[in-house]
T-cell receptor, first 115, second 111 residues
Framework: DAGVTQSPTHLIKTRGQQVTLRCSPK?????VSWYQQALGQGPQFIFQYYEEEERQRGNFPDRFSGHQFPNYSSELNVNALLLGDSALYLC??????????????FGDGTRLSIL | KQEVTQIPAALSVPEGENLVLNCSFT??????LQWFRQDPGKGLTSLLL?????REQTSGRLNASLDKSSGRSTLYIAASQPGDSATYLCAVIDNTDKLIFGTGTRLQVFP
């Protein structure tokens, strides 16, 4: 049973570029959440997708956008990259039951470095 | 706004010691609290989930307690081993249904 998989594992970009990160949820899960973890910090919630729609969003600018596909996989897009976007981006999947997410399972993340 | 704090930020102990990691949160209206382990450069591994109606959860050498009224949780690690070396994160879920993390405790257990 495959867990949450993320690609790529590492990525190097320059300021102003755009990036797309991908996530495949754990089998049987229908909800995907994205988190940003800066070095030495705890993860910060970016947004959550359910039924192909953004269900809720954290305190991140519109440069951060996402998408969920019919097979529940998800993408995180970041435009106009800034040096401060350098971080580990984590994807978590869960199953929505009666309006609440069951425990979230995390992937190993994508390490994004901005030069 | 919910804020989660973890103390200490770092801890270095000899193998075999019993440890207590602390987590505090400012808003007691949480639905559950979860402890995670993170190895360097890796994702998060869930260790224990305590629902708001529970007081504690145990898994092997790990025991987590929750006191909602005081806004505190502790993770107790018995007989620590070098393989326990990692960063330990606590996170709460409130009525917004998202995880709110602390900054973690970096644990090193030396032989």
């Amino acid at each position: 049973d495959a867990g949450v998989t993320q690609s790529p594992t590492h990525l190097i970009k320059t300021r102003g570029q755009q990036v797309t990160l991908r996530c495949s949820p754990k089998s049987g899960h229908d909800t995907v959440s994205w988190y940003q973890q800066a070095l030495g910090q705890g993860p910060q919630f970016i947004f959550q997708y359910y039924e192909e729609e953004e269900r809720q969003r954290g305190n991140f600018p519109d440069r951060f956008s996402g998408h969920q596909f019919p097979n529940y996989s998800s993408e995180l897009n970041v435009n106009a990259l800034l040096l401060g976007d350098s971080a580990l981006y984590l994807c978590a999947s869960s199953l929505m039951i009666r309006g609440w997410n069951q425990p979230q399972h995390f992937g190993d993340g994508t390490r994004l470095s901005i030069l | 706004k919910q804020e989660v704090t973890q103390i200490p930020a770092a801890l270095s102990v000899p193998e075999g010691e019993n440890l207590v990691l602390n987590c505090s949160f400012t808003d007691s209206a949480i639905y559950n609290l979860q402890w995670f382990r993170q190895d360097p450069g890796k994702g998060l591994t869930s260790l224990l989930l305590i629902q708001s109606s529970q007081r504690e959860q145990t898994s092997g050498r790990l025991n987590a307690s929750l006191d909602k009224s005081s806004g505190r949780s502790t993770l107790y690690i018995a007989a620590s081993q070098p393989g326990d070396s990692a960063t330990y994160l606590c996170a709460v879920i409130d009525n917004t249904d998202k995880l709110i993390f602390g900054t973690g405790t970096r644990l090193q257990v030396f032989p």
